[in-house]
């Protein structure tokens, strides 16, 4: 079983929609939480990054971690065309100051149509 | 301006040719690592450098070989390259020490074809 699991799709949802995103994962010492996105041809860039379990919004995307679970989630209100990319999470146990291994899903493949 | 660069871009080689990718970042950034991201299995760590001189193995190093005698590069090695190792390829540096709001910064990518 892979450290961390997230549905590949591919998405494809009308502009305006909420979109949820979400990731599973097994290690119970992962405590941080990321969200990259990935736009074709390019390297991922950090969307949002949460500590432990709860929720931290900003804009338009809200991130969610319930480690009860093992779950987190990536919610996109609103969303545009421009918000059309290959969405990564990511996660470590590490403390910040000392990261060192990350563990990514494989990504979501989302498109938002006009 | 602030980035990652990322040589080359693309490259195809043959079977045990030797190859190195380089990376380099102009941010003065301590920690610096490289994935390779395959359809279907996502972004897999291979080494990691926390400093110079120091380095670790992620998920998957098995046929690479890193070195960071600078801050600012770190090459990766192949030196006997493998159709499996075919893949692309991204480099990637943040600061340590200031917290996950401190990101990784990605280069764009070496797509690496070995046949």
């Known amino acids: 079983q ?8 591919p998405l ?4 305006g929609a909420i979109v949820s995103l979400n990731c599973t994962y097994s290690n119970s010492a992962f405590q941080y939480f990321m969200w990259y996105r990935q736009y074709s041809r390019k390297g991922p860039e950090l969307l949002m990054y949460t500590y432990s379990s709860g929720n931290k919004e900003d804009g338009r995307f809200t991130a969610q971690v319930d480690k009860s679970s093992k779950y987190i989630s990536l919610f996109i209100r609103d969303s545009q065309p421009s918000d059309s990319a290959t969405y990564l999470c990511a996660m470590s146990a590490n403390r910040g100051s000392t990261l060192g291994r990350l563990y990514f899903g494989r990504g979501t493949q989302l498109t938002v149509w006009p | 301006e602030a980035q990652v660069t990322q040589n080359p871009r693309y490259l195809i080689t043959v079977t045990g040719k030797k190859l190195t990718v380089t990376c380099s970042q102009n941010m003065n950034h301590e920690y610096m690592s490289w994935y390779r991201q395959d359809p279907g299995l996502g972004l897999r760590q291979i080494y990691y450098s926390m400093n110079v001189e120091v380095t670790d193995k992620g998920d998957v190093p098995e046929g690479y070989k890193v070195s960071r005698k600078e801050k600012r590069n770190f090459p990766l090695i192949l030196e006997s390259p493998s159709p499996n190792q075919t893949s692309l390829y991204f480099c990637a540096s943040r600061l340590t020490g200031a917290g996950y709001n401190s990101p990784l910064h ?3 990518g070496t797509r690496l074809t070995v046949t």
Do not use: L, T
């Open chain 1, 2 to 9: 892979k450290e961390v699991e997230q549905d590949p799709g």
């Open chain 1, 12 to 15: 494809s949802v009308p502009e």
């Open chain 2, 106 to 108: 990605f280069g764009n």
